[in-house]
């Protein structure tokens, strides 16, 4: 526990690029933590290290001519002529694992093997100050799956940034193509039970030293770092508080996300309360746990988020539509909408008009801040669902990270769709399950399904259950699986939970920063988590939102009524003491 000899990187720049890079190195202090800048022709440095020489510390440095390595060098002692109108910068080197993974009994595989840990350039890009510009560097280390919880609880208690990671799982994520293959250092090989895990390293100033196209730089070489005299008193600071838990988020691509328990708690707490069935209709029986948390994890980590919600339960009546979903996809995208991502919604053809007036209506009420675009699903030839979700229908190149349906008719196994009753009301919906079909072969698309009854769009994770324990469950049941299943006793609750899940995720410091991944500042916008706050659901939000519906004549699923009244139950009443209770939680 005795506090270790601090490592640092170094980058000397020209005088002119100095103030910049300074910038840089603040704009992304996650990678690049800044211990020292000198001054022109400072070259020892007795704060840092009794007998530092900065021409000397480095056991190998790399020189630069705009932008190109032209040489390797031992010391710096011919360019004391250049130096003198160079500022030299020490740079935090990345995280020391060595200690945390002793500590659990994980081997240190690259000191075994007595090479350099694997460090790679990503697809990250890092926040840009003037000339600097270039993308995030990582490191790498296999961490054993059933080490890695109590491994990053370790960590995490140093309260140190630079010592957490910043991606838990697959390396395409990070635009990483073969872990075989590192910029710098060696390759260390994944074990059968390991998990690759990441860190932002300070080799990105290295690739900021190239990005500018200095005419002269030198850096310290990867893997040469120089050791001061400050000790790493990390070990001693106090951390915040909160405790780390790492849940997997999806299996093909691999990925891990990270929050706090405390928020992990409290989303548990919101899935018990949209859990109670005021229908009867035995949905205890579909539940499964955490759904709900690794849905909103998920949604999370997403950039472009697809809704669909829509049933058409009173075919005999214009619009056929019914009023539990409308309202929870819309609080949905509006929280999406506050944490800066990407939203639309797709519907059936003939609801189009509809939906666009509900839209409209939202804004104009507040209850959505702008609006969103409105899409339509047809179908058509086995590419049509390919070409809807992807650029020029690549598979690489995804429009949407994650497709939620909220009450959203589901295809039956027979291909027919059923409401509760088991009619057959295919002529009035378009086959919007072919996206989520389509999207469980197409890596980096995800999709959550929240549904009442079993007969919804997602539900066929759960379809065994549905065709045992629901009324009709063994016509009805969807047989279109999403890869979460959140179950609610109304629908909307579900999406009104989604939303509650991610506020409390995003105003999880250790969450913001694992989604930050190192590089610009912690917050997306000034006020962000006021703006999060006034996208939430709330009392007043859905009753605008269910006397838009009934402008528009929208029925309740259950008794057809035009009114103030969801699946034959009063708003004023179990949906609004839901509504408050999510909010109390989310809020307290």
Request: glycine share 8%.
């Amino acid at each position: 526990m005795t506090p270790e000899p601090k490592q640092a990187s170094v980058v000397i720049l020209p005088r002119s690029f100095a103030k910049d890079f300074e910038k840089f190195c603040r704009a992304n202090n996650g990678a690049l933590t800044l211990l020292y800048r000198s001054e022109p022709s400072e070259w020892k440095l007795p704060t840092l290290s009794a007998g530092s020489d900065t021409k000397n510390d480095c056991l190998k440095y790399k020189k630069y001519e705009f932008g190109s390595c032209t040489d390797n060098l031992m010391s710096l002692e011919g360019f004391s002529e250049q130096l003198k109108d160079m500022v030299t910068f020490y740079l935090g080197c990345s995280i020391s694992s060595n200690g945390a993974m002793k500590k659990v009994g994980i081997p240190v595989r690259n000191k075994e093997s007595h090479c350099n840990v694997g460090i790679y350039k990503t697809a990250v890009p890092c926040a840009t100050v003037g000339s600097f510009c270039c993308p995030l560097v990582v490191a790498m280390i296999p961490i054993p799956k059933d080490k890695l919880e109590p491994f990053l609880q370790d960590i995490y208690q140093t309260g140190d940034v630079q010592r957490e990671p910043i991606h838990i799982g697959c390396p395409d994520l990070l635009g990483i193509e073969d872990l075989h293959k590192p910029d710098y250092g060696e390759p260390v090989m994944l074990q059968p039970a390991d998990v690759p895990v990441f860190w932002a390293s300070e080799v990105t100033g290295l690739e900021a030293v190239i990005s500018c196209k200095s005419p002269l730089a030198f850096t310290s070489a990867p893997g040469c770092p120089v050791v001061i005299d400050q000790k790493d008193k990390r070990i001693q600071v106090s951390h915040s508080g909160e405790v780390p838990e790492v849940h997997c988020i999806s299996q093909k691509p691999l990925h891990y996300s990270i929050t706090s328990s405390s928020s992990v708690q409290k989303i548990r707490e919101l899935e018990s309360i949209i859990a109670i069935d005021p229908g009867n209709r035995g949905i205890k029986h579909l539940f499964n746990k955490d759904e709900l948390l690794k849905a909103s994890l998920s949604l999370s980590h997403a950039h472009s988020v697809l809704i669909t919600t829509g049933f058409p339960t009173h075919f005999s009546h214009d619009p056929p539509e019914e009023n539990d979903g409308p309202p929870g996809a819309i609080a949905l995208a509006a929280i999406l909408q506050a944490l800066e991502k990407e939203v639309a919604i797709v519907v059936d053809e003939r609801a189009m008009n509809l939906h666009k007036k509900i839209i409209e209506d939202s804004v104009n009420q507040g209850v959505l801040k702008t609006t969103i675009p409105l899409l339509s699903y047809q179908g058509g030839d086995t590419r049509s669902a390919l070409m809807f979700l992807c650029k020029d229908g690549d598979p690489k190149s995804p429009r949407f990270d994650h497709l939620v349906a909220i009450e959203r008719s589901g295809r039956a196994a027979d291909g027919n769709y059923y409401n509760a009753r088991k009619i057959n009301i295919k002529h009035l919906v378009d086959p919007i399950d072919d996206l989520f079909l389509a999207a469980q072969k197409i890596p980096g698309i995800s999709s959550t399904g929240v549904g009442d009854g079993g007969n919804e769009l997602g539900m066929g994770k759960v379809k065994t259950a549905v065709k045992k324990h629901i009324k009709n469950g063994d016509v009805i049941a969807c047989d279109v699986a999403a890869d979460f299943a959140v179950i609610a006793g109304v629908s909307n609750w579900g999406g009104y939970a989604l939303a509650c899940a991610l506020y409390l995720l995003n105003m999880s410091d250790i969450h913001g920063r694992y989604l930050q991944k190192a590089v610009g500042s912690a917050a997306t916008s000034s006020g962000a988590p006021l703006a999060w706050a006034q996208a939430l659901p709330s009392v007043m939000k859905e009753e605008k939102m269910l006397q838009i519906l009934m402008k528009h004549k929208v029925r309740s699923g259950v008794t057809g009524e035009v009114g103030m009244v969801v699946d034959g139950l009063p708003f004023r009443g179990i949906h609004a003491e839901m509504i408050q209770q999510l909010i109390d939680v989310s809020t307290m």
